[in-house]
């Protein structure tokens, strides 16, 4: 498998090397003297570069390595993108048509993965799986597809974020004796309001000024505040959805989708009811706002998973549990057990 992964990298710098030098002569052909001679042949030959000659081109540096095939549908969608903004406003015919014949393309993809996550779903119903989790669920099924852990991470992050902002206002399934919620009594709540106020007020204001200078800027800043709504609503969301929960053998660590990590309880050296010591000791800070109130610490460093696969190497886990007293006995009776 890692020979597999390594073989990829040479294929990969072909394909970007090559996609560049298309987008870089495609631009150049645009601004020069010769696009205004023969305008219509160019910007169809440029269309047909940039819009299908690049995904053709990922597709054969690809199809003999570890990475999905399927892939080639969001570097069509990018390539399709930098064409509307490469060939000059007028002649988009040649991109309009191709836009409307990929659909039903785009459209089977999503069908497809819908398809696998109720698949994945009703496996788990099977198996009388104990909480369904869509990150996890999601994660799965592209791991299935023959995604690698990290592209299966970010994407299933990117995903999920998306999911909870606009599917997760719904009221949270009620807690069992084994889940706790971490968010209600650290202080998040009152975080949440103020970004979500200030955050809107804070880019209008941005966004006008900012269109003084360059309008190109302002609107780069603009999305930018955009999607930092859409991530702290979706985040947010995911950690109303996602408690902590101590199962049968494991500690599952649902951070929202910020954090997501099991650990055996025979790793677990102690737990603690206190405060994490910013000054004296190195931790994970896995609290939803401030120094947390429980402390976990390991018999030896591991990698916990966070979003966007980002990993990190700790000993010493800091939480803010709601219900903290019965979290770490609870939590304590697993560890003397284990």
Known sequence: MQASAISSRPRLIV???????????SIFLMKSATFQSNQSLLALGSSIDLALLIPIIYFLCIRKTNIPKFTIVPVFIISLTIAFQV???????????????A?????????????????????????SASREDFPELLN??????????????????EVSLFYYTFMGWKKP????????????????????VVALFL????????????????????????????????????DRNSIRHRPIKIGLETLHLRIGIRWNTSIHYDKIKA????????????????????PGNVVIILKEPMKLKGIYGIS??????????????EFVSLLHEKITNS
């Open 140 to 157: 799965q099924v592209l791991r299935e597809l023959k995604f690698t852990n990290t592209q299966a991470n970010i994407i299933s992050s």
């Open 173 to 192: 399934e009620s807690l069992d004796n084994h889940s706790f919620t971490y968010y209600q009594t650290s202080g998040y709540k009152n975080v949440f």
């Open 199 to 234: 955050l809107p007020v804070e880019t209008f204001a941005l966004h006008y000024w900012l269109a003084t200078y360059s309008t190109t800027l302002a609107w780069i800043l603009t999305a930018i505040s955009i999607y930092s709504v859409f991530f702290i609503l979706g």
């Open 271 to 290: 737990i603690e009811l206190r405060e994490a010591d910013e000054l004296s000791e190195k931790f994970a800070n896995l609290a939803t706002f401030g």
């Open 87 to 101: 060939i000059p406003q007028g002649f988009h015919q040649t991109l309009t048509i191709i836009e409307y014949a």
């Open 15 to 25: 394909f970007f090397s090559t996609a560049l030098f298309i987008i870089a002569l």
């Open 312 to 325: 990190k190497n700790t000993d010493r886990i800091a939480l803010s549990m709601d219900n903290e007293k």
């Open 103 to 127: 659909a039903p393309l785009e459209l089977g993809l999503i069908g497809f993965l819908i398809y696998k996550v109720s698949q994945v779903r009703k496996s788990m119903k099977e198996q």
